[in-house]
């Protein structure tokens, strides 16, 4: 898991959450603790070879059982893509799923951010 930040006045705010993703390993669900070991993504990892999809609040569940576990819904997301006129034959071609951590916030209800300040 990567995590991106906003540098201001010097200072790193946590704003993107970057997981690995790969088509052939998931079914139904992509389940993603938020204190799972993480490393810093940098702007300049970015780049034209980075193939993610980005994951709206509306993509994710809660898992009741597991506070910190967020869980993509592979349908749910197929069915944005359909929706949006995205193509999904590109869905294998997904090395990552970036959220927004605001959108984690609010879906979990709680400050996730603490987990990422250095």
Do not use: C, W
Request: charge should be negative.
């Amino acid at each position: 898991m990567k995590i991106y930040y906003d540098e201001i006045d010097g200072n790193l705010y946590p704003k993107l959450l970057i997981v690995p993703f790969s088509a052939d390993d998931y079914t139904n669900r992509v389940s993603i603790d938020i204190t799972a070991p993480f490393e810093r993504m940098y702007a300049e990892d970015f780049h034209d070879d980075f193939k993610a999809l980005t994951i709206t609040q509306t993509e994710m569940l809660r898992d009741h059982d597991m506070e910190t576990v967020i869980l993509i819904d592979i349908e749910l997301v197929k069915r944005f893509m359909k929706n949006n006129s995205i193509d999904e034959s590109m869905m294998p071609e997904v090395e990552y799923l970036v959220m927004l951590l605001d959108d984690v916030e609010e879906l979990l209800q709680m400050d996730v951010r603490r987990f990422y300040l250095e």
